[in-house]
């Protein structure tokens, strides 16, 4: 087999035989095949091909993927690296009001070398300043892919604050062009066959996707297997799912993980982030002749609309305000933040606020500077900050969302891992067991959990101040 390597696909050359063979190396099974129609009508086989036999290629991102498997298989192999590399036209790495840890220097000078990888980095490793590192180092046209408003603003000002010169934005009713282009995956999608959006993905020669295990999604895959970028970075603290169609796309479109450890243990034994310890407190069991199959009902029940619940989340979080925490209160729908920012009002002993995916930029905007501020003791939020949000106020995150994703929970938790004073960050969980789906969802937390070598404890009077753990006296770990 002969593999001739362009930014975007690799061009296979061989036989008929050859050809089949490569495509049974990047054939994927799809573990819901049985829930497609076409595959129960035999018309699909249930399989997902990243071999492309009209283009004789596949995403050259696979490149190493693909050797693996010839190696292990004893198939025989050419590579020609047909890609033209531009020549970097930063002179360093270094930016503005920032001393770089010595991982990140790493990063980004592999990062470099290298062209293409995905960066697996931890909340709070500094993502972005690795991601600044790069292109102040390479100096060229740059697309900054993100998928919220908040990331688009944020990033563009810690660039700017970086030292990063022609800044520019592309969203949020925005069209600011310029060297670097921090770009919504949205609006360039809503826009792609717009000329502007077809010379920024031919003419950048830098690319990053910002929390890029999103890229299973079609929208993020369409515009970055168009962008013709010849350096290619992934940035994310979760970037892999559980079905390989999704990490093979990831794959494909960026290229391998980047060969520097920065995990959550890295990051609190080298003591950059904050020490969690989680709380896991049982809830009052809901006593009802109600047996709801449906997930959904199931939820709305036992956690959305459950007032024993709510009422354990209100007192847990007051608990934590009155040893003078400020307190991240996340929850997965609007109604549900509603729901606690009531009980919240009825009680009138702290303040506190919601926050959500409908409540507009600034709206959102002004409650975290608020809260940045210690003007309002407690945010509610929605899932629109489980994602990139900087808030490093946070002593505390009560998670009233439930649900079981390892991705989202370890994001919803990096919210609050930014270093501090007493370098200790208290996560509330609920042991919820009213039905074989919540009981389900709570063991796969706590087994998260241990997996991450976090502190696990059992039992609200855990819930004491932090200064017990400063004081080395041990709390019963389960």
Same mark, same amino acid.
């Given at each position: 087999?002969?593999f001739?390597?362009?930014?975007?696909?690799?061009? =296979?050359?061989?036989?008929? /035989?050859?050809?089949?063979?490569?495509?049974?190396?990047?054939?994927?099974?799809?573990?819901?095949?049985?829930?497609?129609?076409?595959?129960?009508?035999?018309?699909?086989? +249930?399989?997902?091909?990243?071999?492309?036999?009209?283009?004789?290629?596949?995403?050259?991102?696979?490149?190493?993927?693909?050797?693996?498997?010839?190696?292990?298989?004893?198939?025989?192999?050419?590579?020609v690296?047909?890609?033209?590399?531009?020549?970097?036209? +930063?002179?360093?790495?270094? $930016?503005?009001?920032?001393?770089?840890?010595?991982?990140?220097?790493?990063?980004?000078?592999?990062?470099?070398? &290298?062209?293409?990888?995905?960066?697996?980095?931890?909340?709070?490793?500094?993502?972005?300043?690795?991601?600044?590192?790069?292109?102040?180092?390479?100096? $060229?046209?740059?697309?900054?892919i993100?998928?919220?408003?908040?990331?688009?603003?944020?990033?563009?000002?810690?660039f /700017?604050?970086?030292?990063?010169?022609?800044?520019?934005?592309?969203?949020?009713?925005?069209?600011?062009p310029? %060297?670097?282009?921090?770009?919504?995956?949205?609006? #360039?999608?809503?826009?792609?066959?717009?000329?502007?959006?077809?010379?920024? %993905?031919?003419?950048?020669?830098?690319?990053?996707?910002?929390?890029?295990?999103?890229?299973?999604?079609?929208?993020?895959?369409?515009?970055?297997? !168009?962008?013709?970028?010849?350096?290619?970075?992934?940035?994310?603290?979760?970037?892999? !799912?559980?079905?390989?169609?999704?990490?093979?796309?990831?794959? +494909?479109?960026?290229g391998?993980?980047?060969?520097?450890?920065?995990d959550?243990?890295?990051?609190?034994?080298?003591?950059?982030?904050?020490?969690?310890?989680?709380?896991?407190?049982?809830?009052?069991? #809901?006593?009802?002749?109600?047996?709801?199959?449906?997930?959904?009902?199931?939820?709305?029940?036992?956690?959305?609309?459950?007032? %024993?619940?709510?009422?354990?989340?209100?007192?847990?979080?007051?608990?934590?305000?009155?040893?003078?925490?400020?307190?991240?209160?996340?929850?997965?729908?609007?109604?549900?933040? @509603?729901?606690?920012?009531?009980? =919240?009002? &009825?009680?009138? *002993?702290?303040?506190?606020e =919601?926050?959500h995916?409908?409540?507009?930029?600034? &709206?959102?905007? @002004?409650?975290?500077?608020?809260? !940045?501020?210690? &003007?309002?003791?407690?945010?509610?939020?929605?899932?629109? =900050?489980? @994602? +990139?949000i900087?808030?490093?106020?946070?002593?505390?995150?009560?998670?009233?969302v439930?649900?079981?994703?390892?991705?989202?929970?370890?994001?919803?938790i990096?919210?609050?891992?930014?270093?501090?004073?007493? *370098?200790?960050?208290?996560?509330?969980?609920?042991?919820?067991?009213?039905h074989?789906?919540?009981?389900?969802?709570?063991?796969?937390?706590?087994l998260v959990?241990?997996q991450?070598?976090?502190? #696990?404890?059992?039992?609200?009077e855990?819930?004491?101040?932090?200064?017990?753990?400063? *004081?080395?006296e041990?709390?019963?770990s389960?």
């Amino acid at each position: 087999m002969k593999f001739l390597i362009h930014n975007l696909w690799t061009k =296979f050359e061989g036989s008929v /035989e050859e050809e089949n063979l490569l495509d049974r190396f990047l054939a994927v099974q799809d573990p819901a095949r049985f829930h497609s129609r076409l595959f129960r009508q035999k018309i699909w086989d +249930g399989y997902h091909r990243f071999y492309n036999r009209r283009r004789r290629g596949f995403p050259s991102g696979l490149i190493n993927y693909v050797v693996g498997k010839c190696e292990k298989n004893n198939v025989p192999f050419e590579i020609v690296d047909g890609r033209v590399k531009p020549e970097p036209l +930063g002179k360093d790495f270094d $930016l503005d009001d920032f001393t770089p840890r010595d991982y990140q220097i790493k990063a980004a000078q592999i990062a470099v070398e &290298q062209g293409r990888a995905i960066i697996h980095a931890a909340t709070n490793s500094g993502k972005t300043e690795i991601a600044a590192m790069i292109m102040k180092k390479l100096g $060229l046209p740059t697309l900054y892919i993100v998928h919220t408003n908040e990331l688009l603003m944020q990033t563009k000002k810690r660039f /700017e604050m970086r030292g990063l010169n022609g800044v520019g934005i592309i969203g949020g009713g925005n069209y600011q062009p310029g %060297l670097i282009n921090i770009s919504m995956v949205q609006t #360039l999608y809503r826009y792609r066959y717009a000329e502007q959006v077809t010379e920024l %993905l031919n003419n950048s020669k830098v690319l990053f996707i910002d929390e890029c295990q999103h890229l299973a999604a079609n929208t993020y895959y369409w515009l970055v297997m !168009r962008c013709n970028a010849y350096y290619r970075y992934g940035l994310s603290g979760t970037p892999f !799912r559980k079905d390989i169609f999704s990490d093979m796309r990831l794959l +494909g479109a960026t290229g391998s993980v980047l060969p520097v450890k920065i995990d959550n243990q890295f990051m609190i034994t080298e003591g950059y982030s904050a020490i969690p310890y989680i709380v896991m407190i049982d809830t009052p069991r #809901l006593y009802t002749m109600m047996n709801p199959i449906s997930y959904a009902k199931v939820y709305d029940l036992f956690v959305k609309n459950n007032t %024993l619940r709510n009422t354990a989340v209100v007192d847990a979080t007051e608990k934590l305000c009155g040893q003078g925490k400020q307190v991240l209160v996340v929850v997965r729908q609007i109604d549900h933040g @509603e729901n606690l920012l009531e009980l =919240f009002r &009825q009680r009138n *002993n702290y303040i506190a606020e =919601f926050v959500h995916g409908s409540s507009g930029y600034e &709206q959102r905007d @002004e409650a975290l500077n608020k809260f !940045r501020n210690k &003007q309002i003791d407690v945010l509610i939020a929605s899932t629109i =900050f489980d @994602e +990139g949000i900087d808030v490093p106020e946070i002593h505390a995150v009560v998670l009233a969302v439930g649900e079981k994703s390892p991705i989202k929970l370890l994001q919803r938790i990096g919210r609050g891992l930014r270093r501090k004073e007493n *370098n200790y960050l208290t996560i509330v969980d609920f042991n919820d067991t009213d039905h074989r789906y919540v009981t389900k969802h709570t063991q796969e937390r706590k087994l998260v959990y241990v997996q991450q070598g976090f502190k #696990l404890f059992h039992g609200s009077e855990h819930l004491d101040d932090v200064s017990k753990l400063e *004081n080395n006296e041990l709390l019963k770990s389960e």
